[in-house]
Nanobody, 114 residues
Framework: QVQLVESGGGLVQPGESLRLSCAAR????????MAWYRQAAGKEREFVAG???????RYLDAVKGRFNISRGRATTTWYLQMNSLKPEDTAVYYC??????WGWGPGTPVTVSS
């Protein structure tokens, strides 16, 4: 069993930054392939960024160059650095494996508004 808890969201103005954290507990490796997803109101949950076991990353086109996914060196924690935030980035953000194989955490809401 793996438990996921996201944190770090908040209300920011366009152009500002946030750093999200995903703490994973349970039977999970430090280098487990992980991803961030988001779900905006009235829309389906979508893939945002992923990191493979070897460190290769992949991003949704809409966030390329603005978001960066990384992982902790000694803890099962993954991060999403979000820069130059736009109103369209407003959503609840979640982490999970790249195949969404674990139960979803509570998510962390991000609101980008002036």
């Amino acid at each position: 069993q793996v438990q996921l808890v996201e944190s770090g969201g908040g209300l920011v103005q366009p152009g500002e930054s946030l750093r999200l954290s995903c703490a994973a507990r349970g039977n999970i490796a430090l280098t487990a392939p992980m991803a961030w997803y988001r779900q905006a109101a009235g829309k389906e949950r979508e893939f945002v960024a992923g990191i493979a076991g070897g460190g290769v990353t992949r991003y949704l086109d809409a966030v390329k160059g603005r978001f960066n996914i990384s992982r902790g060196r000694a803890t099962t924690t993954w991060y999403l650095q979000m820069n130059s935030l736009k109103p369209e980035d407003t959503a609840v953000y979640y982490c999970n494996g790249v195949t969404r194989q674990w139960g979803w955490g509570p998510g962390t809401p991000v609101t980008v508004s002036s």
